[in-house]
C-alpha cells in the first residue's frame, strides 16, 4: 500500500519561508497529479497546491505567488516551497495523490491522510 510522508514543517515568523516536503512509496507516483492540502484550527482541510504529472501546476488564491508546488518523479517526492509565510498559512500541511472529478476540480485520492507536517507562523 502507498505511503506518504510529509515533512518539513516548523515555527516560522511572519514573512519567513519554510520548505515542505512528500515522500511516497510504492510505484506508479510519476503517473498521477498530486497535491499539498492543509487544514487551519477551526477549518477544512483545503488544496493549496496540485501539480500534475507532466508538472503543469495550479494554487488557490490565498497562496498564489507565495507558495511554489514541485515534483522529482524520479525520487518520489513532492515539495512545496512557502515564502513570505502569513499568520492564516498556520496549519498542518499534507500531500495526497489526486483524481479529477466530474466538474474537472482535483480531489484527495487517498482517503487514509498522513501524519502530515504543522506549520505555525508567528506575528
Known amino acids: 500500500q502507498v505511503q506518504l510522508v510529509e515533512s518539513g514543517g516548523g515555527l516560522v515568523q511572519a514573512g519567513g519561508s519554510l520548505t515542505l516536503s512528500c515522500a511516497a512509496s510504492?510505484?506508479?507516483?510519476?503517473?498521477?497529479?498530486m497535491g499539498w492540502f492543509r487544514q487551519g484550527p477551526g477549518k477544512q482541510r483545503e488544496l493549496v497546491a496540485e501539480i500534475t504529472s507532466d508538472g503543469r501546476t495550479n494554487y488557490a488564491d490565498s497562496v498564489k505567488g507565495r507558495f511554489t508546488i514541485s515534483r522529482d518523479n524520479a525520487k518520489n517526492t513532492v515539495s512545496l516551497q512557502m515564502n513570505n509565510l502569513k499568520p492564516e498559512d498556520t496549519a498542518v500541511y499534507y500531500c495526497?495523490?489526486?483524481?479529477?472529478?466530474?466538474?474537472?476540480?482535483?480531489?484527495?485520492?487517498?482517503?487514509?491522510w498522513g501524519q502530515g507536517t504543522q506549520v505555525t507562523v508567528s506575528s
Open positions: 495526497n495523490f489526486l483524481i479529477r472529478g466530474l466538474s474537472g476540480r482535483y480531489y484527495a485520492a487517498k482517503s487514509d
Open positions: 510504492g510505484s506508479g507516483f510519476g503517473s498521477y497529479a
